[in-house]
C-alpha cells in the first residue's frame, strides 16, 4: 500500500519544479524558497489542505528528547502562581 496518493505526488512535484525555476515562496515571510526539503514540506502541506492522502505530521515535540522528570510539576506550580495573582 502506498504512503502517498496521486495527488500529494503532483502537488511536490509542482513545488519543486517551482522552486527550480525561482518562484517558490515561502508563505509567511514570503522569501525565495531554495531548499530541496523547504520545498517537499510545502508541497506535502499542501496536498494535505487539498486532502490527499499524506501520512501525519510527525511533530518535534515527540521526536525530540524525553520530557524532564519535573517538568509537568513546575508547569502545575507556574500555572497556580498565575491563577492566585489574577483572582485578586
Known sequence: ???????????????????KTGELRSGRS?????????????????????GAKVPKKTSAKRMGRPAKKGARKTAKRITRKTARKSSR
Open 1 to 19: 500500500m502506498a504512503k502517498y496518493g496521486k495527488k500529494a505526488q503532483s502537488k511536490v512535484k509542482r513545488a519543486m519544479h517551482e522552486r
Open 30 to 50: 514570503g522569501k525565495k524558497v531554495t531548499s530541496r526539503k523547504q520545498a517537499i514540506a510545502i508541497g506535502l502541506s499542501e496536498a494535505r489542505a487539498a
